[in-house]
């Protein structure tokens, strides 16, 4: 299946830990998009690429959390020194640009820490 | 800043019967989309409907439908005929066009579809 893949699915941590995270999207996307969705709420925009570059990053992605997607290929989102408000399940999401682009989700990694 | 509202945090309908679930959103931009996202009992969120702003008609897929009022900056959701899969956490989403691409999404709705 060519659909976007997540690895690990699960992940498990001790607080203090860093983690990283891997999202192969759709290989003909060229926009990569990564949310963070907790227990009860709707997911939230962390930050997206376009090919290689990093355009966007929302305020919840502290100086902690680092993305990259080099050669505008897969991606890696990367958690230093994690926390306990950590904990939630890291969607990522590929699209091709344009106006209409639907964007095509992952099953996500969901980050426990303890 | 946008944000859209779910209302309905969950509902429950038999099979073969019709629901509505409810969005509304609230943004000063003219240009945007609005999605229905589905997300079942662990699996991976799949679109469900698209609407775009500026199309005055109501878009349909299928047994799903959707009501866009865009003055009153609502968008619902109407599952036609429901069934035992339709059973997962349904998400409202809202994209401004002018300002990227991020997906801004509402708290979701859990509905139960019972035989």
């Known amino acids: 299946d060519t659909g976007v893949s997540q690895d690990p699915r699960h992940k498990i941590t001790k607080r203090g830990q860093n983690v990283t995270f891997r999202c192969d999207p759709i290989?003909?996307?060229?926009?990569l998009y990564w949310y963070r969705q907790t227990l009860g709420q709707g997911p939230e925009f962390l930050t997206y690429?376009?090919?290689?570059?990093?355009?966007?990053k929302s305020r919840l992605l502290s100086d902690r959390f680092s993305a990259e997607r080099p050669k505008g290929s897969f991606s890696t989102l990367e958690i230093q020194r994690t926390e306990q408000g950590d904990s939630a399940m890291y969607l990522c999401?590929?699209?091709?640009?344009?106006?209409?682009?639907?964007?095509?989700f992952g099953p996500g990694t969901r980050l426990t820490v303890l | 800043a946008q944000t859209v509202t779910q209302s309905q945090p969950e509902m429950s309908v038999q099979e073969a019967e019709t629901v509505t679930l409810s969005c509304t959103y609230d943004?000063?931009?003219?240009?945007?989309?609005l999605f229905w996202y589905k997300q079942p009992p662990s699996r991976q969120m799949i679109l469900v409907i698209r609407?775009?702003?500026?199309?005055?008609q109501n878009a349909t897929e299928n047994r799903f439908s959707v009501n866009f009022q865009k003055a009153a900056k609502s968008f619902s959701l109407k599952i036609s005929d429901s069934q035992l899969g339709d059973t997962a956490m349904y998400f409202c989403?809202?994209?401004?066009?002018?300002?990227?691409?991020?997906?801004?999404f509402g708290k979701g709705t859990t509905l139960s579809v019972s035989s």
């Open positions: 999401a590929s699209s091709l640009s344009g106006v209409g682009g639907e964007q095509f």
């Open positions: 989403a809202f994209r401004d066009n002018q300002a990227g691409t991020a997906l801004i």
């Open positions: 943004t000063s931009e003219n240009n945007y989309y």
């Open positions: 290989s003909e996307h060229n926009r």
């Open positions: 690429f376009q090919n290689e570059a990093q355009l966007e």
């Open positions: 609407q775009e702003a500026y199309k005055q």
